[in-house]
Nanobody, 121 residues
Framework: QVQLVESGGGLVQPGGPLRLSCAASGRAFSINAMGWYRQAPGKQRDLVATITSGGSTNYVDSVKGRFTISRDNAKNTVYLQMNSLKPEDTAVYYC???????????????WGQGTQVTVSA
């Protein structure tokens, strides 16, 4: 079984930075694309940013220039550096990974448990 464990959420003032981490653990797997999504109260879960195994990135327009997604393949970890945070960035942030199980050669999508980010003065 593969697990994604997130860390780094919390309360931050508007304009401040925060860094999220998500580490994948388990046996016999290979990670393809990874990403971050967020869900604000009463709203659907939306894509924030993605990164391929080769390092190509994609961002939703509202975070371009403020957020940076990166990954450390040796540590099976994806990061989201968030700068210039705004109150509208407040949400539960979830990491997501497209993972191939080496024993079956089949792909599965895994989700982390979510971490709360609150931007408020």
């Amino acid at each position: 079984q593969v697990q994604l464990v997130e860390s780094g959420g919390g309360l931050v003032q508007p304009g401040g930075p925060l860094r999220l981490s998500c580490a994948a653990s388990g046996r016999a797997f290979s990670i393809n694309a990874m990403g971050w999504y967020r869900q604000a109260p009463g709203k659907q879960r939306d894509l924030v940013a993605t990164i391929t195994s080769g390092g190509s990135t994609n961002y939703v327009d509202s975070v371009k220039g403020r957020f940076t997604i990166s990954r450390d393949n040796a540590k099976n970890t994806v990061y989201l550096q968030m700068n210039s945070l705004k109150p509208e960035d407040t949400a539960v942030y979830y990491c997501n990974a497209d993972i191939m199980k080496l024993t079956t050669r089949r792909n599965y999508v895994y989700w982390g448990q979510g971490t709360q980010v609150t931007v408020s003065a």
